[in-house]
């Protein structure tokens, strides 16, 4: 989950401090010291640490805090509004207002995730309406420039390459100008990376700077790397002054340390940010939302657009429909899996939910649940998945050997799915879920909340 041990142990000091109706210096003092202390261990830069409870603190101690109303909920706000400064303030955008086709250039050490990074945006910018070309400018890693043609291969976007020997910059040039004649508005060049930063590396990432004049330098840098990932935008920085940066691996981040340094340290911002392997799971960097996501309270904005992306209004209305009436099948519920599956499984819903973000676990989540779920579904008739009334005893007994499964798997199914049922019913009436202390079937014996 992304964040999920620094938003675990965040989200637990908020929760102790938000409900506090007094609130004295020593208390400010005492929250700071967990803070900092959940920070240091997220791999966060120590300047970045020091500066950011600092600053806290200053705002914290004011009088108008401390003898206000709520002053435990106004410390909370406080800590929520630094980190989202921490964060980059707020979304940054790609600045493509030249004359096209715009350069995107693409920057990073090698295994940062440049070329999986330049075919994921490549594929957002196409669904914006753009008509992106991808160019092989990596030389000199083996397979680098057919793991890009593949990638292109997938979201149908065109990969400019040359000859072998050709040098990058010229492969820059080349692709620029044959972008002019196939009216690609936008050209992202995915350039060579090292294991480390070095002099040949720069010289020849400002040469292609130099001859194709991009709009955007954007750096890739990976989330896992913690500290190190400040390290390197610095330098990168320092030679290219990049227009902002793109988290990678950010599902793999348990931490939080490179993106709660990278802004700070570089003054740049973080434009997207790489949440997951499918070629869609790539977001904008919405520091508000990261914030939000990290002290616990959830990322509800983003779970809707995620769901407007998969349910046209249409079959929103008619799911709506089947659950207001108790209409909801089997077949309907199988559906719902496989859109979960999409928008990038249970975990990642959870995490946005406010209320649970930052009190789970992945160990305490079982994805696989989901795998048997399906498996016994996929076993029954269409009549059956419909009329879930006809499962006796022997119908049972053969889903569950046609599923891989037990006659004790499907019965269990069969009563969470009648629990589930009647919970929506309730919550299409206005009741909302009542003793919801369970999502069955997902959990080691249930997710407690």
């Known amino acids: ?140 890693r083996p397979a680098a420039i057919k793991q890009l043609e593949v990638l292109g291969g997938q979201i149908q976007v065109p990969v400019f390459s040359m000859p072998e020997g050709t040098k990058p910059v ?80 950010l599902d793999s981040d348990t931490r939080g340390g490179a993106a709660l340094s990278v802004a700070q340290m570089t003054n740049k911002p973080i434009k997207f940010a790489s949440v997951g392997e499918k070629m869609n799971e790539f977001e904008s960097f919405k520091p508000d939302r990261m914030a939000s996501r990290i002290l616990g309270m959830g990322d509800v904005l983003t779970l809707i657009e995620q769901a407007e992306q998969m349910y046209s209004e249409k079959e929103a209305r008619e799911l709506e429909k089947k659950i207001r009436q108790q209409t909801f099948t089997l077949d309907d519920f199988l559906q719902q899996l496989r859109q979960i599956k999409k928008l990038g499984g249970i975990t990642k819903l959870l995490g946005m939910m406010p209320g649970v973000a930052g009190r789970i676990r992945e160990e305490d989540i079982d994805e696989k649940g989901m795998v048997k779920t399906e498996a016994i579904i996929c076993s029954m008739t269409m009549k059956e998945r419909r009329n879930p009334g006809l499962l006796n005893a022997s119908r049972r007994k053969r889903i569950a050997d046609g599923s891989g499964t037990t006659v004790q798997d499907v019965n269990k199914l069969m009563r969470q799915f009648e629990m589930m049922r009647d919970m929506m019913k309730k919550m299409s009436g206005g009741k909302g879920p009542r003793g919801l202390g369970k999502l069955g079937g997902f959990g080691k014996g249930g997710i407690k909340f």
């Open 1 to 140: 989950m992304i964040f999920g041990n620094l938003a675990s142990k965040l989200s637990e000091v908020m929760r102790k401090f938000r409900g506090k109706s007094k609130v004295t210096e020593s208390d400010v003092k005492e929250l700071m010291r967990e803070v900092r202390l959940a920070l240091l261990e997220a791999d966060v830069n120590y300047k970045v640490v020091k500066d950011f409870t600092k600053s806290v603190s200053e705002k914290a101690v004011g009088a108008h805090v401390l003898e206000g109303l709520n002053p435990g909920q106004q410390v909370v706000k406080i800590v929520n509004e630094e980190l989202i400064n921490l964060l980059g303030g707020s979304e940054a955008k790609l600045d493509l207002g030249k004359t096209p086709p715009n350069v995107i250039m693409m920057a990073g050490l090698q295994g940062a995730g440049k070329t999986t990074a330049s075919a994921k945006l490549a594929l957002m910018l196409k669904k914006q309406g753009k008509n992106p070309m991808l160019v092989a400018a990596d030389i000199y």
């Open 170 to 249: 010229q492969i820059a040039k080349s692709a620029k100008e044959k972008a002019v004649r196939q009216l690609n508005d936008v050209i992202i060049i995915d350039t060579a990376g090292r294991l480390e930063i070095d002099d040949r590396l720069m010289e020849e990432l400002e040469e292609i700077k130099k001859a194709t004049n991009p709009s955007e330098i954007l750096l890739v840098v990976d989330s896992m790397t913690g500290q190190n990932a400040a390290n390197v935008a610095v330098a990168f920085n320092d030679r290219l002054d990049i227009t902002g940066v793109i988290l990678s691996k």
